[in-house]
């Protein structure tokens, strides 16, 4: 009894997944991806830089480069619409490229750290790439870049809860 009990736990501790709840199918098959070189003032170059940096010093496999042959970009304008960011997703999750846009006009309404503003939403959008959703019902506000309920204008990197997802999907 103790033994069958002891390997109903380890089949559960193999298969249950952290980032199950905050998967998102958008990602790409692999937590290495490029983004064309993107060209902005330095005022948005050095936050952006900051982000994929972010992403490739965390504890995770995640290695983030800007070739120029790489499908996927980055576009930072002015959108009338209320979001931070908005990652589109293209193609098959093993041939995935992306969209990322960045709204000047909501993060300058609402940054009163405006760099780390960008930061933060720029990190949180590659998350998409790295197949995490965002977390909406107002868990992990403190441990999670995905989360809705994040300062922007201080939460700048990917927190436990996203490196522990992304680590458990790659």
């Given at each position: 009894m103790l033994l069958t009990t002891g390997a109903v736990v380890a089949m559960l501790a193999v298969t249950a997944s952290p980032a199950s709840a905050h998967y998102y199918s958008g990602g790409g098959s692999s937590p290495s991806f490029t983004i064309k070189p993107y060209s902005y003032n330095s005022t948005w170059m050095t936050p952006l830089n900051q982000a994929l940096l972010n992403w490739n010093a965390s504890p995770t496999a995640a290695y983030i480069t800007k070739p120029s042959s790489s499908p996927s970009w980055l576009v930072a304008a002015s959108y009338s619409a209320t979001w931070y960011g908005l990652y589109t997703p293209y193609n098959?999750?093993?041939?995935?490229?992306?969209?990322?846009?960045?709204?000047?006009?909501?993060?300058?309404?609402?940054?009163?750290?405006?760099?780390?503003?960008?930061?933060?939403?720029?990190?949180?959008?590659?998350?998409?790439?790295?197949?995490?959703?965002?977390?909406?019902d107002g868990s992990h506000c403190t441990d999670a870049i995905m989360s809705y309920c994040r300062n922007r204008n201080t939460m700048t990197k990917p927190q436990s809860h996203d490196i522990d997802d992304v680590n458990a999907i790659y």
């Open positions: 098959t999750r093993s041939n995935r490229y992306f969209r990322i846009q960045l709204n000047a006009r909501t993060i300058s309404r609402d940054a009163s750290n405006w760099s780390n503003f960008v930061t933060s939403s720029f990190t949180h959008e590659l998350g998409h790439r790295l197949s995490l959703d965002d977390i909406t």
